[in-house]
């Protein structure tokens, strides 16, 4: 099975709009899950869209302003785990 890509925003408007608390949620998730060898997180500088931010694709698709709680349960339900 291929990793599901989960890319985050890490600019200075989305890293305080909340995607600091994103990365730690996610982090903590697939560890405590067993999870990092299905789940790649990569960072970008900026994604463009910064006044929506913060700015998250979870494979091929794309969100922004959600909070750390509604990434993880879109995270959740891409590797089936609802």
């Known amino acids: 099975m291929a990793k599901l890509v989960v890319q985050l925003c890490m600019g200075s408007s989305c890293f305080a709009r909340g995607n600091s608390q994103t990365l730690a949620a996610l982090e903590s998730y697939l560890q405590h899950s067993g999870l ?29 302003g959600l909070d750390s709680q509604e990434v993880l349960q879109l995270v959740k339900q891409a590797l089936g785990n609802v």
């Open 36 to 64: 990092e060898d299905q789940v790649e997180l990569v960072g970008h500088l900026c994604m463009g869209t910064c006044s929506k931010g913060p700015n998250v694709r979870i494979g091929e698709a794309s969100y922004s």
